[in-house]
């Protein structure tokens, strides 16, 4: 249980970290943006405690809030997506989430696309809402967020296939 925690809290610190220092200054067209700390809310374990869960998602948004100047944006759309994760998580992987025992490395791929896909989406569509907030510019909120989606989860995916092992279960 002990490496578990480690794991999380190295997973915390790498993400929040590659996200302030190297995924931040990444600004295609002047709207696509990648947000990999999103990794964090997909790989926490399903099983875990909840609140926790919500305080962890919270204190993330808020640490890339504070590197980038946001005034709580990030926090927010991070403690949404957290909160509607065990939803997203039932749709995409239906009886391997009712019994608790998802592991990323041995999902169908179309399960895992379909998972990080919709979290990205919900995570980006409130961040980029709170970050314009202004009903007349819903075409640009939806712009922005269907490419930074897009960016966002193809380089997950890609940092999921690469840092992840396939074993055998």
């Known amino acids: 249980m002990n490496s578990l925690r480690l794991n999380i809290a190295l997973r915390f610190v790498v993400l929040l970290l590659a996200q302030v220092l190297i995924f931040n200054h990444i600004d295609l067209f002047g709207y696509i943006n990648p947000y990999v700390y999103l990794l964090f809310i997909i790989l926490y374990p399903a099983n875990s405690n909840r609140i926790v869960f919500l305080i962890l998602a919270f204190l993330l948004g808020l640490f890339v809030d504070m590197f980038s100047d946001s005034g709580g944006i990030h926090a927010a759309a991070c403690v949404f997506a957290a909160y509607v994760r065990p939803v997203i998580l039932k749709f995409s992987f239906g009886m391997l989430y009712e019994h608790q025992n998802i592991k990323y490395s041995n999902a169908e791929f179309g399960s895992l696309l379909g998972y990080v896909s ?52």
């Not at 961040?127 to 269907?146: D, H, P, R």
């Open 118 to 169: 919709l979290l990205a989406i919900i995570h980006h569509f409130v961040l980029f809402a709170l970050e314009i907030f202004n009903m007349s510019q819903i075409l640009l909120v939806l712009q922005k967020t269907l490419f930074s989606t897009i960016f966002t989860v193809i380089l997950s995916i890609l940092l999921l296939l690469l840092f992840t092992s396939k074993k055998k279960s």
